[in-house]
């Protein structure tokens, strides 16, 4: 039952871990997927909303330059003199810084076939504009307002792009230089909650901008790790990635502007999912409290299931112990009613389990078979002893008190025990197979299984025991008289069982094959004491006394003699009655019963808790003497069988 308990504690415990797992890597998988998935999909989105700020800025260059050239077209087909135009490319160029955005650093062109400069720079004598690339972008444009690719100034250390466009005669061109330092500063808050870094670059590699302004003007790539990430950013246009960096773990997000241009924000992993995976930790941890919470709270009552199983099963053990010694006392108390026929009860149903045993039944059914056995002679307690003892033949009216027995003992037991089979054990035990039987005349299979056990275990005692009228027959005889019987007296199937028991029994051992006589050793200094008990038990055949007046006699005695019971005086001169009845007790194992003058309760007390069998108060009754001595005896052979 305990181990039954531990296997199932185990199990439960385990199953609940497995479900625990199981329901946390599904939810954490699920938790960290959609989180993963959202915080990319945040991360597309700062890019898309960076790059729309960068087009938006561009788009008002743009803008600016747009209504630029639109004058100037209005001026050349208005007749207006170069002079004019560059007088008010000069004033739209102080406008643009002061009044629209600083980085609008000057407004230049190729106009009717002359270089003119909005903020007064002069061109050494070999510059050609036309061979320019604002003016040459300008013209494969065609008309419309183009972006020049940037370039990094070596003096200012600024990154500067130019928008060109042409006019409408086709050969003039006006352009507009911007530094990138707005964009500059879009790189520095281009991050994920203060993670990572962001740069731009155009469609050469050349960054525009950068976190880290020592990148910026660089041409990317410059190893093999940013090859890879410039292949993905142009392949992806608008997406993210996931690439090792510096042997780290990191997403790379872009997007790209007005097909030229790409803003990039690279972040690492272990700081962008960090909320992440502490959060999937938390819950994992609170999973594991949970967890030992539930393994402490099964433990605690399991143990506490655990206890009360055990004490319920001690409690039934205790009580199974208790009916089994009243039902062995109960037999005891019938089979004492035949001085005769001692233990024959016991010995039934010893040889009643041992053919269930054989023929496979369950131990529930051997256990009722058992107690079947034990009592099914009970019904004898209504006989009187004069019949049960009487050594010649029964009349009429006595073998009827015999012949009842077995009706009786049917109601003293149907009341008693709750299997009906045991009080059928005991009514139905003298009914035979062929139907001539009594009380009922049963036939067959008609007669229940038990009592055709019972009957077959019965009649073999009956034979192999000691009898008033005569010893136990041989073991030849009673084989004989078994054999004989099959489908007769007995059932043919269980008559076959007792035959190959008896069989196996080369040596006889079941039978009480002639009256053992039990040798009482009593130790006392007073020598009349040990005469009267010779004389008290002098008309029982089977005891036979021996005397020791001193504890070397009775040690003497114990070592050459098979002693069955002691009779111990408590007070001998020289000689302490506990330690003496403690030093039989650690070497022999035999029944010892105390004899005192002393009636003190205390005495009587301080002699019941050593344990001992039973005690006898002096000067000894014969009928007390007998009594004691015949139930210790009967009752510790039953003990050791």
């Not at 599904?26 to 960290?32: D, P």
């Not at 690279?266 to 959060?279: P, W």
């Not at 403690?582 to 007390?605: G, H």
Request: with cysteine; hydrophobic share 40%; net charge negative.
């Amino acid at each position: 039952m305990k181990n039954k308990t531990k296997r199932q504690f185990l199990f439960t415990i385990l199953s609940i871990f497995l479900m625990l797992v199981f329901m946390v890597s599904y939810i954490m998988y699920a938790f960290y997927n959609n989180s993963v998935a959202n915080i990319n999909e945040l991360g597309v989105s700062n890019m898309k909303r960076e790059a729309a700020v960068l087009e938006s800025y561009l788009n008002k260059s743009m803008d600016v330059l747009w209504v630029t050239a639109d004058t100037v077209n209005h001026m050349m087909n208005h007749g207006a003199s170069t002079d004019e135009i560059l007088q008010y490319l000069t004033a739209e160029a102080q406008r643009e810084t002061e009044q629209i955005d600083e980085n609008f650093t000057g407004v230049y062109g190729f106009v009717k076939g002359e270089y003119l400069d909005g903020i007064g720079w002069v061109p050494p004598e070999d510059y050609e504009p036309t061979k320019r690339e604002w003016y040459i972008v300008a013209k494969e444009a065609g008309g419309k307002a183009t972006i020049v690719p940037p370039y990094l100034d070596a003096q200012t250390n600024t990154v500067m792009f130019s928008v060109s466009q042409l006019l409408d005669d086709g050969e003039s061109v006006v352009s507009l230089d911007v530094a990138l330092n707005e964009v500059q500063s879009l790189t520095k808050d281009m991050t994920m909650n203060d993670m990572g870094y962001g740069f731009v670059m155009d469609n050469t590699g050349l960054v525009i901008a950068h976190f880290d302004e020592g990148e910026k003007g660089k041409v990317y790539p410059t190893n093999e790790e940013q090859e890879y990430m410039v292949k993905k950013i142009y392949e992806n246009k608008q997406d993210h990635f996931e690439m090792k960096i510096n042997g780290e773990h990191c997403t790379v997000f872009s997007n790209q502007v007005m097909d030229d241009w790409y803003v990039v924000m690279v972040v690492s992993n272990t700081k962008l999912f960090h909320d992440v995976r502490m959060q999937m930790w938390i819950g994992i941890s609170v999973v594991a409290i949970v967890f030992f919470i539930i393994v402490v709270f099964c433990s605690v009552s399991a143990k506490s299931i655990l206890e009360h199983q055990q004490k319920e099963q001690e409690s039934k053990e205790q009580l199974n112990r208790m009916n089994t010694n009243i039902i062995r006392a109960l037999a005891y108390t019938i089979d004492a009613k035949d001085r005769y026929t001692s233990g024959h009860s016991q010995r039934v149903a010893d040889y009643a389990l041992a053919i269930a045993k054989r023929m496979g039944k369950s131990e529930k059914e051997q256990k009722i078979i058992y107690y079947a056995g034990l009592l099914h002679d009970v019904g004898k307690i209504k006989v009187s002893e004069e019949v049960i003892n009487k050594p010649g033949k029964l009349t009429e009216e006595e073998f009827d008190q015999i012949r009842v027995h077995p009706v009786s003992g049917f109601h003293i037991l149907k009341d008693i025990h709750e299997d009906v089979r045991v009080a059928q054990g005991a009514k139905y035990h003298h009914e035979r197979y062929d139907g001539k039987g009594y009380p009922n005349g049963l036939e067959g299979e008609n007669i229940p299984e038990i009592a055709r056990i019972i009957g077959v275990a019965d009649a073999y005692d009956a034979m192999a025991s000691n009898r008033s009228y005569r010893d136990a027959l041989p073991q030849e005889k009673v084989r004989l008289e078994i054999e004989d019987g099959r489908g007769k007296q007995f059932d043919p199937q269980i008559a076959d069982i007792m035959l190959q028991m008896i069989d196996e029994d080369k040596n006889y051992s079941m039978c009480q094959s002639e009256k053992t006589r039990k040798n009482i050793l009593v130790v006392d200094d007073d020598a009349s004491t040990i005469k009267l008990v010779e004389h008290i038990l002098t008309d029982l055949d089977d005891f036979r006394v021996f005397g020791a007046e001193t504890k070397e006699q009775a040690l003497n005695t114990l070592e050459g003699r098979e002693i069955h019971l002691i009779l111990l005086d408590f007070m001998m001169s020289n000689v302490d009655g506990i330690e003496f009845y403690q030093m039989i007790r650690e070497k022999y194992c035999l029944p010892v019963v105390f004899m005192t003058a002393d009636r003190n309760i205390k005495t009587i007390r301080k002699i019941s808790e050593l344990g001992i069998d039973d005690y006898l108060t002096k000067p000894l009754h014969a009928f007390v003497v007998k009594e004691t001595v015949h139930s210790i005896i009967e009752n510790w052979d039953s003990r050791i069988e």
